[in-house]
């Protein structure tokens, strides 16, 4: 077992990176966010009194911002709160790991 003095480097290593992971989780959920409020104001707009070129303009925007803007690492994590998740889960799987083979 660790003493307090040498367990202090990894508790301060595990918590910067919980940190960086709840940052990085929170600035995609965020740009999620707003990409959709983009979105919903765009559709809101009074299309019918506009001329044609203007209408097909916001028909292409609106098809362009139709779904919202994600960041992926590698195409399998999505950073949002669901980052938070998985890193949960991993952790989880670490601590229980490290216990069993302690004992």
């Known amino acids: 077992m660790l003493k307090s003095r040498d367990a202090l480097p990894h508790i301060l ?3 910067i990176g919980i940190i960086m992971v709840s940052i990085v989780a929170e600035g995609g959920q965020y740009l ?3 990409s959709e409020a983009v979105y919903m104001n765009a559709t809101r707009f009074k299309w019918f009194q ?3 070129s203007n209408r097909t303009l916001l028909l292409m925007f609106l098809l362009q911002t139709k779904r919202p803007l994600t960041f992926r690492c590698y195409g399998i994590v999505y ?3 669901a980052l938070l998740l998985v890193v949960h889960r991993m952790l989880h799987l670490c601590i229980a790991f ?3 083979i302690n004992t």
């Open 32 to 34: 999620e966010a707003e």
């Open 98 to 100: 490290y216990k069993c």
């Open 50 to 52: 506009w001329d044609i």
């Open 79 to 81: 950073q949002n709160r």
């Open 13 to 15: 290593l595990s918590v």
